[in-house]
C-alpha cells in the first residue's frame, strides 16, 4: 500500500459546534483543541482522524469531497432521524427521487450522505 488517508479535513467558519457535531453522529472524541483546529478520533484511535479547521470565509458552493455513511448498526430510518435530531439538515443538491442514499449538511453546510444499504446487505447481494 503506497499511501494511507492520515486524516479528513472540514473547513468551519465556527469549528466548535462543527467538530460537536461530528463527534457526536461518528462517537468519536475530541483528541486535540486548538487555534488550529480540533481533532476527532475513533475511541480505538483509528485512522483516519477527522480536523475541523477555522477558516475565515463561509462554504459557497457544493463540496467537491464528502463523507458517505453507512448505518451498520441501526435501521437507515433510526438513523436518519437520529442525525436530523443532531441537527443535520438535509438538502438538494441535484439528487434524483430513486437514490439510494439521502443527502444532509452539518451546521457550517457541509454535505455528507446517508447510504440506505447496510454493510449485511451488501455482503448479501456480492455473495449470490
Do not use: Y
Amino acid at each position: 500500500m503506497p499511501v494511507r488517508i492520515s486524516c479528513v479535513c472540514i473547513d468551519a467558519v465556527e469549528p466548535r459546534p462543527v467538530a460537536d457535531f461530528w463527534a457526536a453522529v461518528l462517537g468519536w472524541e475530541v483528541v486535540e483543541d486548538s487555534d488550529e483546529g480540533i481533532s476527532l478520533a475513533s475511541p480505538g484511535r483509528d485512522l483516519p482522524t477527522l480536523d475541523i479547521l477555522p477558516v475565515p470565509e463561509a462554504k459557497q458552493v457544493k463540496n467537491r469531497l464528502h463523507l458517505d455513511l453507512r448505518a451498520d448498526e441501526a435501521s437507515f430510518d433510526a438513523e436518519a432521524e437520529r442525525l436530523d435530531s443532531l441537527g443535520a439538515r438535509r438538502v438538494d443538491i441535484g439528487q434524483g427521487p430513486d437514490v439510494t442514499w439521502v443527502v444532509f449538511a452539518d451546521p457550517e453546510g457541509n454535505e455528507f450522505c446517508l447510504l440506505r444499504r447496510t454493510i449485511q446487505e451488501i455482503a448479501r447481494s456480492t455473495s449470490t
